[in-house]
């Protein structure tokens, strides 16, 4: 019963220290200033903070987006969610490369600053999932195990 409860709590603690939703009050006003520069016409907005940065979760032309900023306001990135039938062939050949037995579960494109495209894939290989972000000509540039998905 005890490792019950040392295992729960761990995964509970795990799991808050990558993605926290937050209240927008707990927004800092440079991130909301960025955000509002950057998408004038969003107003329901879902925050979380991962990784010292934070994460403006909302839906545009029925699209999901996940738009990231850092602390003062910078823009970092931009996904949207598209379907996995939609993802170019050789972003999936080279996923599939990488890991032999995986199972794509959810995509997104998304544009860093300076206009520059990625593809990220959450998968699932086995018992365990990963996020992996490729460049356009499928080359995989951050592989993170997901802990909490």
Partial sequence: MKSIIILV???L???VCF???ISADMVPVPVKSGFINKYPSITKIVWEKEKGNYEA??????????????STGNWIKTA???EVSDLPLFIVTAVN???ADAKIKEAAK???AGNKTYFEVNIKVGRLHYQIELTPDGK?????QLKDY
């Fill in 9 to 11: 709590s761990s995964v």
């Fill in 110 to 112: 998304g544009e860093f």
């Fill in 97 to 99: 490369n990488e890991f």
């Fill in 19 to 21: 993605a926290q939703k």
């Fill in 80 to 82: 949207m969610e598209i």
């Fill in 57 to 70: 979760n909302f839906k545009m032309n029925k699209k999901e987006f996940e738009a990231t900023f850092d």
């Fill in 13 to 15: 603690i795990v799991s």
């Fill in 140 to 144: 995989i540039f951050s592989k993170e």
